[in-house]
T-cell receptor, first 111, second 115 residues
Framework: SQKIEQNSEALNIQEGKTATLTCNYT??????LQWYRQDPGRGPVFLLL?????KEKRKERLKVTFDTTLKQSLFHITASQPADSATYLC??????????FGQGTELSVKP | GAGVSQTPSNKVTEKGKYVELRCDPI?????LYWYRQSLGQGPEFLIY????????DSGLPNDRFFAVRPEGSVSTLKIQRTERGDSAVYLC?????????????FGEGSRLTVL
């Protein structure tokens, strides 16, 4: 069956460092993959989309990579700030229209 | 305009009761999604509408769950004979329906507690 795995343990880093979050998927061939941010008590908010023919995508301090051979996406936040503390969700998109989410990784950036 | 609106924001009910959760998507968005999220988990797909029709309802856990979108805009998720295990945050999202961007816009969710 299709499976999405994100770092289950919370990631704690120091302000100014780069945070790297991992998303692995199996039994999938996604045409694209999305990353979302979710704050406690709020709905997820879209951050970035990367397509299968793109190796890397950047937006301000965010960078996403997509390796279709390894079936993995990495999500980087450079020069992290306490305001980046949240849960980050990956969502590979398969044909058919529905978006399936991973369980999310909680990031905590300490000042 | 306004974002995705979900009502009620909180609903407490007793086991065995019937519940309706409403979602008002962004105007003009043809695709609408329902997800369920438990504490510490990612959103779990329930059902996806393209216009008025359910394009994929494979995530509905059983026949107690039903969703409608009669005019292609507002959607209602209906849960019959609620059970304690139905307690969760129910999220609604909408999108333009094109697969070029695929970005989903989420509401703040309806928190359902079944006592």
């Amino acid at each position: 069956s299709q499976k999405i795995e994100q770092n289950s343990e919370a990631l704690n880093i120091q302000e100014g460092k780069t945070a790297t979050l991992t998303c692995n998927y199996t039994n999938y061939s996604p045409a694209y993959l999305q990353w979302y941010r979710q704050d406690p008590g709020r709905g997820p908010v879209f951050l970035l989309l990367i397509r299968e023919n793109e190796k890397e995508k950047r937006k301000e301090r965010l960078k996403v990579t997509f390796d279709t051979t390894l079936k993995q996406s990495l999500f980087h936040i450079t020069a992290s700030q306490p305001a980046d503390s949240a849960t980050y969700l990956c969502a590979p998109y398969n044909q058919g229209g529905k978006l399936i989410f991973g369980q999310g990784t909680e990031l905590s950036v300490k000042p | 305009g306004a974002g995705v609106s979900q009502t009620p924001s909180n609903k407490v009910t007793e086991k065995g009761k019937y519940v309706e959760l409403r979602c008002d998507p962004i105007s003009g968005h043809t695709a609408l999604y329902w997800y369920r999220q438990s504490l510490g988990q990612g959103p779990e797909f329930l059902i996806y509408f393209q216009g008025t029709g359910a394009a994929d309802d494979s995530g509905l856990p059983n026949d107690r769950f039903f969703a409608v979108r009669p005019e292609g805009s507002v959607s209602t998720l209906k849960i019959q004979r609620t059970e304690r295990g139905d307690s969760a945050v129910y999220l609604c999202a909408s999108s333009t329906g094109t697969h070029l961007t695929g970005e989903l816009f989420f509401g703040e969710g309806s928190r359902l507690t079944v006592l």
